[in-house]
């Protein structure tokens, strides 16, 4: 895109360093945002993330922290009923499948953890409404595993980089764990989630005011700012 101009081979070093930077003062990635108030337990955090699928952060941040303010371990979300859960979740997006999948989420790990979610990815996968992205972020974040999230952010960006080529998220989480260094698997998801939302948008990216277009293949990108 950026016509004939030479670019510089990619540094997976100095564009964290720049996107950091880049990112800082726009609002924190959602499940990173609730760790820092607090909220930083792989059941909080694995709830949260059901909490957010498909639903804008501006609306599943508060939903969470509402039902968090209602119960927020195990045994107290497993002491409420369908409906008690739904209503305090009714913000979000397809909230009465979620309100079940949270509940049955807290009953398992009440009746077969004693009462913690472990840190163990095959037991989060188990549960019915967890997928690959939650359960990374929840054992990223919450437990310090090096797990890398992929969202449609992680997905765009790091295909318009040209640091991957992948067709989906699941593939380009397995790109990513051959490539990028494992000190960035976590960290990776809390810089491009707010990066993917306000530079490197979905239809039009702001490639002319983006910190690293002189290493970015801008792979796909037919049109930008
Ligand atoms: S905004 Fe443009 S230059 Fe920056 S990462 Fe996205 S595609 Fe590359």
């Given at each position: 895109m950026e016509g004939e101009r030479a670019k510089r081979p990619f540094d997976i070093d100095v564009a964290f360093e720049r996107?950091?930077?880049?990112?800082?003062?726009?609002?924190k990635a959602a499940m990173f945002a609730l760790a820092d108030e607090g909220f930083r337990s792989p059941f909080e955090q694995l709830v949260a993330c059901i909490i957010s699928i498909r639903t804008y952060d501006e609306?599943?941040?508060?939903?969470?922290?509402?039902?968090?303010?209602?119960?927020?371990?195990?045994?107290?979300?497993a002491r409420l009923s369908p409906g008690e859960i739904d209503e305090l979740i009714e913000?979000?997006?397809?909230?009465?499948?979620?309100?079940?999948?949270i509940l049955a989420i807290a009953r398992r790990v009440v009746d077969k953890y004693g009462g913690a979610l472990p840190c163990d990815a095959e037991v989060m996968l188990s549960f019915?409404?967890?997928?690959?992205?939650?359960?990374n972020l929840a054992l990223g974040i919450a437990c310090g595993q090096p797990r890398i999230s992929v969202d449609?952010?992680?997905?765009?960006?790091?295909?318009?980089?040209?640091?991957?080529q992948a067709r989906t998220p699941e593939w380009t989480e397995a790109a990513l764990r051959a490539v990028l260094p494992e000190a960035y698997h976590v960290e990776i998801n809390r810089l491009l989630v707010p990066f993917g939302k306000h530079v490197c948008t979905g239809t039009v990216p702001r490639c002319s005011e983006c910190p690293i277009l002189d290493m970015?293949?801008?792979?796909?990108?037919?049109?930008?700012?």
């Amino acid at each position: 895109m950026e016509g004939e101009r030479a670019k510089r081979p990619f540094d997976i070093d100095v564009a964290f360093e720049r996107i950091r930077e880049a990112v800082q003062p726009h609002p924190k990635a959602a499940m990173f945002a609730l760790a820092d108030e607090g909220f930083r337990s792989p059941f909080e955090q694995l709830v949260a993330c059901i909490i957010s699928i498909r639903t804008y952060d501006e609306v599943s941040l508060p939903t969470a922290r509402r039902l968090f303010g209602r119960a927020r371990i195990p045994a107290e979300v497993a002491r409420l009923s369908p409906g008690e859960i739904d209503e305090l979740i009714e913000t979000c997006t397809f909230h009465e499948p979620k309100a079940r999948q949270i509940l049955a989420i807290a009953r398992r790990v009440v009746d077969k953890y004693g009462g913690a979610l472990p840190c163990d990815a095959e037991v989060m996968l188990s549960f019915a409404g967890v997928g690959p992205k939650c359960a990374n972020l929840a054992l990223g974040i919450a437990c310090g595993q090096p797990r890398i999230s992929v969202d449609v952010h992680v997905h765009r960006v790091t295909n318009r980089w040209g640091y991957v080529q992948a067709r989906t998220p699941e593939w380009t989480e397995a790109a990513l764990r051959a490539v990028l260094p494992e000190a960035y698997h976590v960290e990776i998801n809390r810089l491009l989630v707010p990066f993917g939302k306000h530079v490197c948008t979905g239809t039009v990216p702001r490639c002319s005011e983006c910190p690293i277009l002189d290493m970015c293949q801008q792979q796909g990108v037919r049109k930008h700012r």
